[in-house]
């Protein structure tokens, strides 16, 4: 795949050998992620606020309320930044200074557009819960024409955009290896712990395996 | 604890049986997280990054590089966005339209200023210290005199914020319960793994307490 191309916007002013503009590496974060903050400004005032997602290609989907003050808003041709952040670990450095995190990290920028056709508006939010939840869509009922109308879908190209990624042990200052201070990585990740049935299931329902084999970090 | 003021600006538009204004959810959730996504404009264009945090007592504080343009253009007073969202769980319901996420998040606004004064600033970046890592400060060395000048260090205060909770199981269509769907809740929670010692480890060092007992979603 063609890297992306950089711009000023997108270009890191430091730490650059930590960023990337590889579109396999961006993707890859994307499709790892389950939830993205989403920038935009109100009168001069930056808002940003959680939300899911998916990724098709180059497009990244958002969807909510057509009543979601903020998607009108994008959907109008307001400029906005999606991060999708994933926390891979702690770094205990043996200097305070030192102490980081390792994570990837994936910025967005660019104009969305209101997505009006009702083939393309159902590929989307089928994309959505897909994206959360593999092989759910086909246990469940689709957007009637009523809530299809309700929703709000927008699709943003992912032209502008950039990795940012740490990985690996602390640096510390080459004095203070010899430090009687434990130093390392605490690996962390988001975990998927045992499905609770909704109280209200329908008796003999059967636990489909795309939940009881529900994994993160696919 | 009193109650945060809402403002126009942190008003919940829809789902406002979601938001909450009580001090105490809100520190509990920023006490959670690890990570906030800071928003910002520049050109009128938002820029959304991650980085971590603290909270002392109403104030929130955010460290970077004193090259960092992100932080000196938010110290010269420009208008922030600090967003928090702990990820719950997956909300998993009989029709696409209902699928939903359970999580916590907290949105802070308004405008930081610079901790100039040495001791408030060691003090704020041993609260990001121990915010991460709890007990980690005291196995550590200090910030130097030269680290100190090299860390810009914001505090904001936390006056304009909310907070927006969903919890339970999916909430469906009268109609739809009686589907042969499974539905329910995936659990998801961030898990620290085992440890991963610095190869550059100095030999015989001891691993601390705060290390083996890690415990995230304290």
Redesign the interface.
């Known amino acids: 795949m063609k890297p992306i191309a950089p711009t000023p916007?997108t270009t890191l002013?430091?730490r650059s050998d930590r960023g990337s503009f590889d579109r396999g590496v961006i993707h890859a974060i994307l499709d790892e992620g389950?939830?993205c903050?989403?920038?935009?400004?109100?009168d001069?005032?930056?808002?940003?606020?959680?939300t899911?997602y998916a990724r098709v290609g180059d497009e990244l989907y958002l969807h909510g309320?057509a009543?979601?003050?903020m998607l009108t808003a994008l959907g109008a041709g307001a400029?906005?930044?999606?991060?999708v952040?994933l926390?891979d670990?702690?770094v205990?450095?043996?200097?305070?200074?030192r102490?980081s995190?390792n994570?990837r990290?994936v910025?967005v920028?660019g104009v969305a557009s209101v997505v009006t056709g009702e083939r393309e508006k159902r590929k989307a939010?089928?994309a959505i819960?897909e994206h959360?939840?593999p092989h759910?869509?086909a246990?469940?009922?689709?957007?009637?024409r009523e809530?299809l109308e309700?929703?709000l879908v927008l699709s943003l190209p992912i032209t502008e955009a950039s990795a940012k990624v740490r990985t690996g042990?602390?640096v510390?200052l080459e004095a203070?290896?010899?430090?009687?201070?434990?130093?390392?990585?605490?690996?962390?990740?988001?975990?998927?712990?045992?499905?609770?049935?909704?109280?209200?299931?329908?008796p003999?329902?059967?636990?489909?395996k795309s939940?009881t084999d529900?994994r993160?970090a696919r």
């Open positions: 916007r002013k430091r389950l939830v903050h989403v920038g935009f400004v109100v001069g005032q930056p808002f940003v606020l959680p899911t309320s009543a979601n003050r400029p906005v930044c999606v991060t952040t926390l670990g702690l205990l450095a043996r200097s305070a200074f102490h995190m994570y990290s910025v920028l939010l089928d819960v959360v939840v759910r869509r246990d469940i009922r689709g957007p009637s809530e309700a929703v042990p602390p510390d203070d290896y010899a430090m009687p201070c434990w130093a390392g990585v605490i690996p962390l990740r988001l975990t998927a712990g045992n499905p609770e049935p909704d109280p209200r299931l329908a003999g329902t059967a636990i489909p939940v529900y993160l």
